[in-house]
């Protein structure tokens, strides 16, 4: 790496594209097709060079995306974006652009078609065909798995992997719990406009995330059909506490089929 070069102040254009970048992609956060070509433009253009040493440092800064995930995410966005014309319209989610990049560049275009003829899950589909590819090829691999033990389906790992995000945001959370009641207590006049039901929100707000916590692969759709699953809204994981206090008799299955 050239150090020089690293230490080298922001140009006016520079400071402007991070300023913009900044917004925008905590605004997009969501859309990798859309943050994937910024995320890629800051880290090759060393944009975040001011304010931290390395790209990985600056992307749990600001949007606490760690290491993985910010290499799914550009990683994802290349693969679909290498397709010829049209198909990447058919890579419906990030799912199963991830999945997609594990496919040899050269046969990523037939697995699309393949893939979207079939149907339900196209991550799905495309982890066959790179299954199959990888037999073929003779190359072993491991099976992921959530906190249970249970198979993570394919292109759905990243998502699991994000539950140190909600840990992060929850620690956050419990520190402005805490920080407010200490002035709510002792009267605070700077709190004076600031209504007691408030702390009911913010001990709302903590445990609506918590439930949101990935951990357990969705007892309804096993992960495999999430994105018309209500359960898991489409993420194809469910928190520990709904899996738990599920009252459908899958809990039970779940637990059946972990040999529990
Ligand atoms: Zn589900």
Same mark, same amino acid.
């Given at each position: 790496?050239?150090?020089?070069?690293?230490?080298?102040?922001?140009?006016? =254009? #520079?400071?402007?594209?991070?300023?913009?970048?900044?917004?925008?992609?905590?605004?997009?956060?969501?859309?990798?097709?859309?943050?994937?070509?910024?995320?890629?433009?800051?880290?090759?253009?060393?944009?975040?060079?001011?304010?931290?040493?390395?790209? #990985?440092?600056?992307?749990?800064?600001?949007?606490?995306?760690?290491?993985?995930?910010?290499?799914?995410?550009?990683?994802?966005?290349?693969?679909?974006?290498?397709?010829?014309?049209?198909?990447?319209?058919?890579?419906?989610?990030?799912?199963?652009?991830?999945?997609?990049?594990?496919?040899?560049?050269?046969?990523?275009?037939?697995?699309?078609?393949?893939?979207?003829?079939?149907?339900?899950?196209?991550?799905?589909?495309?982890?066959?065909?790179?299954?199959?590819?990888?037999? #073929?090829?003779?190359?072993? =691999?491991?099976?992921?798995?959530?906190?249970?033990?249970?198979?993570?389906?394919?292109?759905?790992?990243?998502?699991?992997?994000?539950?140190?995000?909600?840990?992060?945001?929850?620690?956050?959370?419990?520190?402005?719990?805490?920080?407010?009641?200490?002035?709510?207590?002792?009267?605070?006049?700077?709190?004076?406009?600031?209504?007691?039901?408030?702390?009911?929100?913010?001990?709302?707000?903590?445990?609506?995330?918590?439930?949101?916590?990935?951990?357990?692969?969705?007892?309804?759709?096993?992960?495999?059909?999430?994105?018309?699953?209500?359960?898991? +809204?489409?993420?194809?994981?469910?928190?520990?506490?709904?899996?738990?206090?599920?009252?459908?008799?899958?809990?039970?299955?779940?637990? +059946? +089929?972990?040999?529990?």
């Amino acid at each position: 790496m050239n150090i020089k070069s690293l230490q080298e102040p922001l140009t006016k =254009t #520079e400071k402007s594209d991070l300023e913009r970048y900044k917004v925008a992609i905590t605004k997009l956060a969501h859309s990798y097709m859309e943050c994937y070509p910024m995320l890629l433009d800051l880290r090759d253009r060393r944009l975040y060079r001011e304010e931290c040493s390395t790209f #990985e440092e600056f992307c749990q800064k600001h949007w606490g995306f760690t290491r993985r995930w910010v290499n799914e995410v550009i990683g994802a966005g290349v693969a679909v974006q290498g397709l010829p014309e049209n198909l990447g319209t058919k890579v419906p989610n990030l799912a199963a652009a991830r999945v997609l990049k594990k496919i040899k560049p050269e046969k990523r275009a037939d697995a699309v078609k393949k893939a979207a003829k079939n149907g339900d899950s196209v991550a799905q589909a495309l982890e066959d065909i790179r299954k199959q590819q990888e037999e #073929e090829a003779g190359i072993v =691999t491991h099976e992921a798995t959530d906190c249970e033990g249970y198979p993570i389906p394919a292109g759905l790992e990243e998502f699991y992997d994000r539950r140190s995000e909600t840990d992060a945001i929850l620690r956050q959370l419990t520190q402005v719990r805490v920080w407010f009641k200490k002035l709510w207590d002792a009267n605070d006049p700077l709190v004076r406009y600031v209504p007691q039901h408030v702390r009911q929100h913010l001990d709302d707000a903590w445990t609506c995330i918590k439930e949101s916590r990935p951990d357990v692969v969705c007892l309804h759709c096993d992960g495999k059909n999430s994105e018309k699953c209500g359960a898991c +809204k489409g993420t194809g994981f469910i928190s520990r506490w709904r899996a738990d206090n599920d009252t459908t008799g899958k809990r039970a299955a779940r637990n +059946k +089929k972990l040999k529990k």
